[in-house]
Structures are given as structure tokens and as C-alpha cells.
């Protein structure tokens, strides 16, 4: 398999494109939303569905991504809720395809989310 193959397979695109895709993405939310107050909200680890206490080679990707995302969130002005974060340590809130949550993870998210959008409403006032 070449480089390009190998960093497009599961995810369909590279990381320059990635980073193009959401720059562009960025930008025609800013230009178009009204002035509305946009949040970043970080991809989630993915788990082995064998093993939920470890992460699946993906994670090693999701993470190079949320980096870049990060910087294009920074340099916009953007808000990040960093999902990631919250559940990398509760493989007991993951579903058993490794990538979805559970009832207890799913509330986990809500909480947050709920949090997240909360405070950027309370700074916009």
C-alpha cells in the first residue's frame, strides 16, 4: 500500500485535506451563521470491541486530528468542548463496538455538552 493509500484508508482523506475541509467548513459557519457563537466539540476515542480498556489504532489518528482541529478552532475564535478528554478514562462508559456510548457514557456527553453550551451563552450576554 503507497503513503496516500495508507492515509486515506478508514478515513477517507488525508490530513492536509482534513485540515482544508475544516478551515473551509470554519469559515462558511462563521460567514453564514449569523453571528452565532459556534463550539468545537473533540472527536472521541475509538476502542478494540475485544478489549474496551484499549484503544483502537484509530485513536492514534482521531488524536493527530483533534490537534489540527484544535489550531483551526484557536485561530478562529472557537470554543472547544473536549469530549476526548472526558471519556478516555471510562472504557466502562463505551458501547460494545468501541465507538458508541453506553447510557451512563451517553449522560456523561449530555452533562458536558449541557455545560459547554451553557457558558458560551452566559459569555455571549
Known amino acids: 500500500m503507497d503513503a496516500h493509500a495508507a492515509a486515506t484508508s478508514r478515513f477517507g482523506y488525508t490530513e492536509d485535506q482534513y485540515r482544508d475541509g475544516l478551515s473551509k467548513t470554519v469559515a462558511t459557519l462563521k460567514e453564514n451563521s449569523g453571528g452565532a457563537q459556534l463550539i468545537w466539540a473533540t472527536t472521541t476515542p475509538v476502542r478494540e470491541k475485544t478489549d ?74
Open 52 to 125: 474496551l480498556q484499549s484503544f483502537a489504532e484509530q485513536t492514534e489518528r482521531v488524536k493527530v486530528r483533534n490537534k489540527l482541529a484544535a489550531e483551526i478552532m484557536k485561530g478562529n475564535g472557537v470554543s472547544t468542548n473536549n469530549l476526548f478528554e472526558l471519556v478516555e478514562d471510562h472504557a466502562d462508559w463505551q458501547s460494545t463496538d468501541g465507538v458508541h456510548f453506553n447510557a451512563k457514557g451517553n449522560e456523561a456527553l449530555a452533562k458536558q455538552v449541557t455545560q459547554s453550551v451553557s457558558q458560551q451563552l452566559r459569555l455571549a450576554e
